[in-house]
């Protein structure tokens, strides 16, 4: 269909908005005490999991859950048993690149959300228990801890979502300027992991799925900030676990739809069970398991 870029840009707008809430939405946020890795976990090889609501295995509208994490089992999960490690999931549902570095920023649905002080943290547990931003606790978890092994991260929708909601994501300067912004954000993230943390191991960045691969619109949507975590992912030497490719060809045989090809739970925008092996094995994948 040939659009008129105001048509364009007010699709992308609603594509945006749908697609944004793959990290969290309109979700709550968690609350944790201090804490690092754990003395058993130094003697352990250990696997530090971080980003929003994907990793963390969040559920839409299921609050029942919510009370004990877990209840809520993602990707990491599958990556931490396949590979015999001892799982940090530090994740946060509704983390944005801001509040992922300073828990006073703003989150959709962490340590905050538009128009509320309180988030998910405030409610209800973490998988891992820690103050202060998930930065924080993941270069403290890697100063600690020599036996990590594997770090995942995954992050951005959030930022994009907000962006939308705002308003500042209707033109496509607006677009551009959140994806640099997130490219920012996610350099300086990976380069205090590497430098402040020492940390020399694997680091795999995570893109983000599709709802609809026969929306080139949506699509287009969710690889603004795909190919922003793409860029910072080779300026920092990890590699990229394909996340948009794990959920495609399936997606596509039930005409385009990842809720309708069982990846993605119904009225919701997170990963099912058998999502969450793909995005385990896109993971393996990249770092050559």
Do not use: W
């Not at 809520?72 to 940090?88: E, F, K, Q, S, T």
């Amino acid at each position: 269909m040939n659009l008129s870029l105001g048509s364009r840009a007010r699709q992308l707008v609603l594509v945006l908005l749908a697609v944004a809430a793959l990290v969290g939405g309109t979700t709550p946020a968690l609350a944790a005490g201090a804490g690092t890795a754990s003395d058993a976990s130094r003697h352990s090889r250990t696997y530090l999991a971080l980003g929003d609501s994907v990793p963390f295995g969040y559920i839409g509208n299921r609050p029942d859950l919510y009370p004990d994490p877990h209840n809520l089992v993602g990707y990491p999960d599958r990556v931490a048993d396949d590979l015999d490690l001892r799982l940090l999931n530090a994740s946060c549902p509704g983390e944005t690149t801001d509040s992922f570095i300073d828990a006073r920023a703003q989150s959709n649905g962490c340590e905050n959300s538009l128009g509320s002080d309180v988030g998910y943290r405030d409610q209800f547990p973490l998988h891992v228990k820690y103050g202060g931003s998930q930065l924080h606790y993941a270069v403290e978890t890697l100063e600690d801890n020599p036996r990590v092994r594997l770090v995942t991260l995954q992050l951005g929708a959030n930022d994009l979502f907000l962006c939308v909601d705002t308003g500042a994501c209707a033109t496509p300067e607006g677009v551009a300027a959140m994806a640099a912004h997130v490219q920012a954000n996610l350099d300086l993230i990976l380069s205090r992991l590497r430098d402040e943390g020492d940390y020399r191991g694997r680091i795999a960045v995570v893109t983000y799925y599709a709802l609809n691969y026969d929306d080139p619109v949506g699509v287009a949507a969710i690889q603004v900030v795909d190919q922003a975590m793409i860029a910072a992912a080779k300026a920092h030497g990890a590699v990229v676990a394909d996340g948009f490719g794990a959920f495609r060809s399936l997606a596509l045989a039930a005409g385009g739809s990842s809720i309708a090809a069982g990846l993605v739970y119904p009225n919701d925008v997170h990963p099912t069970a058998k999502g969450h092996r793909l995005l385990a094995r896109a993971v393996e994948q990249a770092i050559g398991h």
